[in-house]
């Protein structure tokens, strides 16, 4: 049987871009060559697509890449591949499309868009998971919809705080108090984030979450607490990993905690009660099909150390795959294997582009009104 060629597109206009050069690394590493041809797809931080044996290496020594050819998947359904920009039509076919893109330009919706107009499979969730994922207000709402017990908190826009700094600060600290946590509603990997203790620090974390985002949200800090993950994998019927335990090297798990200082400590399965491991592993499952994702997703909580009062943080449909990451070490510890769980995330990326494919696109009327 010939190979599948799996597309694993890494790098993007994005604050995460070096997160994904090395999720990218582990799973082209750990990919069964046995079963799959693997085409690097790179994405400059500037916008650049190129794709060669080569992709990973020249992004990660940030080289110049201006002579390499470009090649961009286009949304022509007839292509299903990377079609070169010249006139040389070395065309490279693909099966299905990995993203290993972190944050804005990746996990926000946009290239699943691109992927679903050029009518390839591609491992993840789809435009509107992946765009309810990363936008951390608009992910809250539904989840309150869904009664799922989530961080309380306040959200506005940039200009707006710009605009009128007292009556924005006055907001949160009438409904919240301190400590609180003020992230930029569309980012990942604690970027933007800060823990806020007085005004002060909270004026400032909301003037570098403005660097990051347009939109803001400053949430309670929740004291003594936790940091519980839980892996979820399928489409219409996932499962849930054992939970984790992350105990940051700082004060909470901003970005130097998750990759640069190497301190931070991973307790896996984390020490919960059967019930409360049980409940997380419930609110995990319960979270990805309220905001339809699909193939992937890590659920990150928070979880009291007194009463064990468990809330939702946030959902990330592309979880991190590096060598340290939470959610390949939660399924490696629930019986799966990192090769394995790649196998499964392409099937799954097939199986719903199957569904997809199975429905009607075409309506014939009676009669040809439109003339």
């Known amino acids: 049987m010939s190979k599948l060629r ?3 597109v890494f790098g993007g206009r994005s604050a995460e871009h070096e997160v994904s050069l090395v999720s990218a690394a ?3 590493n750990a990919l069964d060559k046995e079963k799959y041809e693997i085409v690097p797809i790179g994405i400059s931080p500037e916008g650049r697509w190129l794709s060669s044996d080569d992709a990973l290496k020249l992004l990660k020594e940030k080289s110049s890449i201006d002579s390499q050819p470009e090649q961009l998947i286009v949304p022509d ?3 299903k591949a990377l079609v070169q920009l010249d006139s040389s039509g070395r065309n490279k076919s693909v099966d ?4 290993v893109l972190h944050g804005t330009f990746g996990e926000d919706g946009t290239v699943q868009g691109l992927f679903e107009l050029a009518d390839i499979p591609y491992v993840g969730a789809g435009v509107l998971g992946s765009a ?3 936008d951390k207000v608009v992910q809250k709402e539904l989840l ?3 009664k799922i017990p989530v961080t309380p908190g306040v959200w506005f826009f940039s200009n707006e705080f710009q605009k009128n ?3 924005m600060i006055s907001i949160a600290e009438k409904k919240l108090r301190y400590p609180m946590f003020v992230k930029p509603a569309n980012l990942g990997s604690s970027i933007g984030i800060t823990k806020a203790h007085n005004r002060e620090e909270l004026i400032k974390a909301i003037q570098l979450a403005g660097e990051y985002d347009r939109k803001l949200l400053v949430e309670k800090g929740i004291e003594n607490a936790r940091e519980i993950e839980c892996s979820v994998l399928g489409n219409d019927e996932p499962i849930a990993s054992v939970p984790g335990e992350i105990i940051p090297s700082n004060e909470f798990y901003d970005y130097d905690a998750k990759y640069v200082d190497g301190k931070s400590t991973a307790v896996i399965p984390a020490k919960l009660s ?4 049980k409940k997380v592993r419930e609110i995990s499952v319960q979270s990805f099909k309220a905001l339809d994702c699909a193939g992937m997703a890590r659920a990150d909580f928070l979880v009291t150390k007194k009463s064990n009062r468990i809330y939702l943080n946030e959902i990330n449909t592309i979880p991190g795959f590096t060598s340290i990451s939470m959610y390949p070490k939660l399924w490696q510890a629930s019986g799966i294997s990192y090769p394995e769980l790649l196998d499964r995330l392409i099937k799954f990326a097939i199986e719903r582009h199957q569904s997809k494919q199975s429905l009607k696109t075409k309506y014939r009327p009676r009669e040809d009104w439109y003339k």
């Open 165 to 167: 700094q007292k009556k």
């Open 132 to 134: 309810v994922g990363m």
């Open 274 to 277: 059967k019930a409360v491991a």
């Open 77 to 79: 359904p007839r292509k």
């Open 6 to 8: 799996i597309g694993v």
């Open 96 to 99: 299905v499309l990995f993203p």
């Open 144 to 146: 309150r919809q869904a």
């Open 26 to 28: 582990s799973v082209m």
